[in-house]
T-cell receptor
Framework: NAGVTQTPKFQVLKTGQSMTLQCAQD?????MYWYRQDPGMGLRLIYY???????DKGEVPNGYNVSRLNKREFSLRLESAAPSQTSVYFC????????????FGSGTRLTVV | QKEVEQNSGPLSVPEGAIASLNCTYS??????FFWYRQYSGKSPELIMF??SNGDKEDGRFTAQLNKASQYVSLLIRDSQPSDSATYLC????????????????WGLGTSLAVNP
């Protein structure tokens, strides 16, 4: 099925460890996004990529890096995980220059202990 | 700061009733408006979008838009227990006119509980 695929679905990290969250879409969308969602805080944009080769910071970029590997793939890296990064992470894709909504991946539930 | 506001709820309605979910937004230049449904532990899924003033119906769902009042709502008729979820309102704004780049600004969501 067409859509946005995220891996892994669950992850537990120790403080200071690093990891990369993977995201791939097969809808030929130009734009991709990384969000985190915390209780009472809603969806907060971490980074986005308007098109292949470009990335920009969102509302909460500190502690994260991203790579737009190609048109399909957009990864999120935590270099040194902190308990404050415990959250559910969603990747999404869209056509940024059109009035369309976003398609979301199934999410990654990350716990940092 | 562009904002989208929703009542957090919970909104509780009996099965078969009409659920009314409301959203206000601050950017008068917004052109498109979206309602997403999010079940607990799942990702948001798009259920309705609306671009023009007035009503748009899709099955049991009706989206209503009033740009003058900067207000968008979602009505769910004949509510079912399976409609129990958090409903997120999102508004598309142009943040980079040169490239016609848009992004969604999200509300915090309204929790809906439909009681059998």
């Amino acid at each position: 099925n067409a859509g946005v695929t995220q891996t892994p679905k669950f992850q537990v990290l120790k403080t200071g460890q690093s990891m990369t969250l993977q995201c791939a879409q097969d809808m030929n969308h130009n734009s991709m996004y990384w969000y985190r969602q915390d209780p009472g805080m809603g969806l907060r944009l971490i980074y986005y990529s308007a098109s292949e080769g470009t990335t920009d910071k969102g509302e909460v970029p500190n502690g994260y890096n991203v790579s737009r590997l190609n048109k399909r793939e957009f990864s999120l890296r935590l270099e040194s995980a902190a308990p404050s990064q415990t959250s559910v992470y969603f990747c999404a894709s869209s056509e940024m220059d059109k009035d369309y909504g976003y398609t979301f991946g199934s999410g990654t539930r990350l716990t940092v202990v | 700061q562009k904002e989208v506001e929703q009542n957090s709820g919970p909104l509780s309605v009996p099965e078969g009733a009409i659920a009314s979910l409301n959203c206000t937004y601050s950017d008068r230049g917004s052109q498109s408006f979206f309602w997403y449904r999010q079940y607990s532990g799942k990702s948001p899924e798009l259920i309705m979008f609306i671009y023009s003033n007035g009503d748009k119906e899709d099955g049991r769902f009706t989206a209503q838009l009033n740009k003058a009042s900067q207000y968008v709502s979602l009505l769910i008729r004949d509510s079912q227990p399976s409609d129990s979820a958090t409903y997120l309102c999102a508004v598309n704004i142009i943040f980079r006119p040169a490239g016609n780049n848009r992004k969604l600004i999200w509300g915090l969501g309204t929790s809906l509980a439909v009681n059998p």
